[in-house]
C-alpha cells in the first residue's frame, strides 16, 4: 500500500473524529455570556392588582437642600409601578435626562391598611388625600413622605437617557 495514501487515510480519520461533538445532545443547556445585560432573574413586572386609590404621577422628590433626589413615579391602576430619575440634580449629573426603571409589580397587602409592595423587598403604606393631590407615603423604616400630583406634564414628555445604567 502507498505510504501517503495510508498517512492520508489516518489524518481523514483523525480530522473526523475531531470534528465529532456531543452538541446536539437533548439535555444540555447553554448558558448566557457573563458579561451579558440580561439579569440572572429579572423582577417581576406584571401587574399586581388594584391599586387605583393611589394610581398617578407623583412629584416624590425627596432630601435636604444640596443633596435633592429629583424623581417621579408613576403608579398605574392595575398595579405597575415606575420611577423616573433626573440625571442633573443635587446627587447625579450625568445628563439632563430621566433614568426609567423597569416597571415593576406593585402588589396591594392589606388594602385596610394602605400596605403595599414590590418585588425588590420594598414596603411601603400610602394613602391619597381627599382630592388627590397629595400621596402620603411611608417607606419601611423611613420618615413619612408627601408626594404632589403631577398634571401637564407626561412620562412621554421625560426625555430619557441614553447609556446611562445604575
Known sequence: MNPGKHLCTCLFLILLAGCSSDDNQPDQTSNPAPDSDVPENPLPSAPGGDTSAIAGLWDARNGEAGSVDERYVEISTD????????????????????????????????????????????????????????????????????????????????????????
Open 79 to 166: 398595579g405597575v409601578y415606575l420611577e423616573y430619575d433626573f440625571r442633573q440634580d443635587d446627587l447625579a449629573d450625568d445628563g439632563n435626562c430621566y433614568l426609567r426603571s423597569a416597571p415593576l409589580t406593585l402588589t396591594p397587602e392589606d388594602p385596610a391598611n394602605n400596605a403595599y409592595s414590590l418585588p425588590d423587598d420594598r414596603t411601603f403604606n400610602a394613602t391619597s388625600s381627599t382630592d388627590g393631590s397629595i400621596l402620603s407615603i411611608t417607606f419601611a423604616e423611613q420618615p413619612l413622605q408627601d408626594w404632589t400630583a403631577v398634571s401637564g406634564v407626561s412620562t412621554d414628555d421625560l426625555a430619557g437617557c441614553d447609556n446611562i445604567f445604575e
